[in-house]
Each structure stands twice: as C-alpha cells, then as structure tokens.
C-alpha cells in the first residue's frame, strides 16, 4: 500500500455513514461586515478586557482543571437565573452537550426527533452515534407543525426531542401551549435548547423544576462570548448525573473558566447589548421588508431569515453581498422550505446600515 495514499485504509477503516457527511462548515473571515454567525457585533469595553487579562495572568496553566465546579457552578446559577433545585453540567460551547445527551441517550437505531429545519448539529450528533434523527417539517409559513411533531412523537418513540427556542434559521419562538404538548406526549427527554433566549425576552428555565424529562440548554456564544466556546445544561440532578458520565475529563479549560468568571462580574454589559440589539432587530426587519420581492420571516433571535424570492435571488444576493465584503448566511441549501432564503445576524446601526444600502443597490440594478 502506498503510504502517501492511504485511501484504501480509510475505506476499510472509516465508518461509511461518516466518510459520505461533510464536517461542520466554517467559512474564512474576511474584512468587511460579518453577520453570517449570529455573533455579538459589540466588543467588549475595556474595563472588562482588564479584568480578564488580570484573571488569565493569574491561572495556573501547569495545573490540569478544578475537578469540582461548584465554585464556577454557583455564579453561572446566579447570573443567569438558575433554579437552586436544578443541577449544572458545563460544556465545550453547547455543541458538546448536545452530543452527550445523545450519546448517553441512544443506543443504535434509537429515535432523535426535531421539527426541522432547525440547529444542524442535533442531526449531526444523532449521526456519530449511530441514531436515527427524524426532522419533522415546519409549516410552508415555517411555523411549527404541531399535530405533525404529536404524530411522529407517537410513531417513533424519540428517546430524545430538541427544541430550539427561538429556532435556528427560522427565528420562531413557539407558543408555551405547543412546547408542553411536546412534553406531554414525549416518551423520553425534552430538549428546551435556549441558545437564543437573551434576544427573545422569554424562557423556560423558572418551570424548570415542574419538568422532570426536560432540560435547558443555553450558550454564551450569541450574547458577546463566543470566542470562550462554554455551553451550560440545566435540569433534575439526576438527569446531569447521567450526562456526566460520559463527559470527558477537564472538557472545559482554565482559560475559559478564568475568563467566564471575569466577565460574570459585568453581567450588566452583557445584558446592555444584548438589549441594543433586540431593539435594532425589528428596524432591521422593517427595512428588509420594504425590499422590492422580500419577505422577512418575525425572529424572536438576533438575527432575521429573509427571503429574495424575486430576481435576483437568494444565492445570486449573497454572492453579491460578498462581493462588497458583507457576509450573511445562505441557508437556501439547507432544507427545501428554505429556498433562496438568507439568514442575516442583527450588527451594529452602521453594519446594518451598510447592508441595507448594499441591498438597494443590488435589487434596484435587476
């Protein structure tokens, strides 16, 4: 066998499932306007860059990470509304834990339920641990389907459900009453994925306690940290207990646990822009609905799914955008509910500003 070529030995070795996906899409950052990851635009202020610097210095890099938690546990569970009954568990962004739930979950062939499309990565844990995932489809409006989801509930028994609230690329929040027919009609775990909830204005996380299969799950990527990659899962201790088992040792670096705890000391600044963006999100709606042949699907994140269905259309628009160094996300690709839509992140007033500009000048030139 040639040893530059090692084809043949991956053939044989690789599983088939995993050599026909393609890894997870991260596209190059370019200078210009970035609004294609649902990130914070806002850096944060100095004062706050001091106090992690100061925190990182100070770390013991030599020293594997604190076996016990509690310490970081307790402030997480204060600053972000965590029921005292509820138990904690911490992962590498919040990707990490939605592959644990389902690797503690699934045995092969199990069910992995959603309404789909949604958050790419619940097909894709569901995939690496040999499950069965079952998108259910959203309405053509892409609202959620609820008789669809109570039927394939009843079909398929999902050991686990993800529910994204809002929903990822969509930016639907689903009515409380269609969530707890979820919960109600659930055979196993309910997945309440709150990736989004500081822009939504709206959680879960209080009746956490009432819900004995459910679990929450947030992110700090989208509220201005998501360089730090820390994901938290809320729910009944013994639920966490479980996951934890199959948690890898030390998942979550000093640097990040320095870091995090740094910033928690100045929640304010972090709730601050994630208000300023909520309310730049329906100006932004607004202008790209006043658009010749758009239309603008209502979001509850920080971000909008718009769809240029008229010429030119959603792939030649952001092809176009990039052009000008503005990126967005083409999603038109994804699901066929989504076609020629492009999901555009909330920036700043002149990043929006700009965008909007480019749009005009784009739309109006067909």
């Known amino acids: 066998m040639n040893a530059a070529n090692p084809a043949d030995r991956i053939t044989a070795t690789v599983r088939a499932d995993i050599r026909v996906l393609t890894a997870y899409p991260v596209p190059p950052a370019a200078d210009g306007i970035k609004l294609d990851a649902m990130e914070c635009p806002y850096a944060l202020p100095d004062a706050v860059r001091d106090d992690i610097a100061r925190a990182v210095r100070e770390t013991a890099l030599n020293r594997y990470p604190p076996g016990d938690p509690t310490a970081l546990a307790n402030e997480v569970r204060q600053a972000f509304g965590i029921p005292p009954q509820a138990g904690l568990l911490f992962g590498n962004g919040s990707d990490e834990l939605i592959h ?95 990736a989004y909830q500081p822009f939504a204005g709206h959680s879960w996380m209080p009746r956490l306690p009432e819900l004995p299969h459910a679990v929450v799950l947030r992110t700090v990527s989208k509220i201005g940290l998501a360089g730090l990659r820390f994901g938290y899962l809320a729910g009944h201790p013994d639920w966490i207990a479980e996951f934890d088992k199959v948690r890898p040792p030390y998942n979550l670096n000093v640097l990040t646990q320095a870091a995090l705890r740094a910033v928690l000391r100045h929640k304010p600044v972090l709730d601050g822009q994630a208000a300023r963006l909520r309310a730049d999100r329906e100006p932004l709606a607004d202008s790209l609905a006043a658009l010749p042949g758009v239309t603008v699907y209502r979001s509850a994140a920080n971000f909008v799914l718009a769809r240029f269905s008229g010429k030119p259309g959603g792939n030649a628009v952001h092809l176009a955008l990039k052009t000008r160094k503005i990126l967005v996300k083409n999603v038109a690709g994804a699901h066929p509910l989504l076609a020629d839509c492009l999901r555009i992140s909330v920036g700043t007033p002149d990043e929006n500003r700009a965008l909007l500009s480019a749009l005009q000048d784009i739309l109006s030139s067909n």
């Open 100 to 194: 644990l739930i389902v690797q503690a979950c699934c045995q092969p062939g199990d069910t992995v339920l959603s309404p789909w499309p949604s958050f790419v990565y619940f097909d894709m844990a569901a995939r690496f641990d040999h499950a069965r995932f079952v998108g259910v489809p959203l309405t053509a409006d892409l609202q959620l389907d609820l008789p669809a989801m109570l039927q394939a509930i009843a079909q398929h028994r999902p050991k686990v459900v993800f529910l994204a609230l809002p929903n990822n690329p969509t930016g639907g929040l689903w009515p409380d009453a269609a969530v707890q027919a979820i919960l109600d009609a659930a055979p196993g775990l309910v997945v309440l994925d709150e």
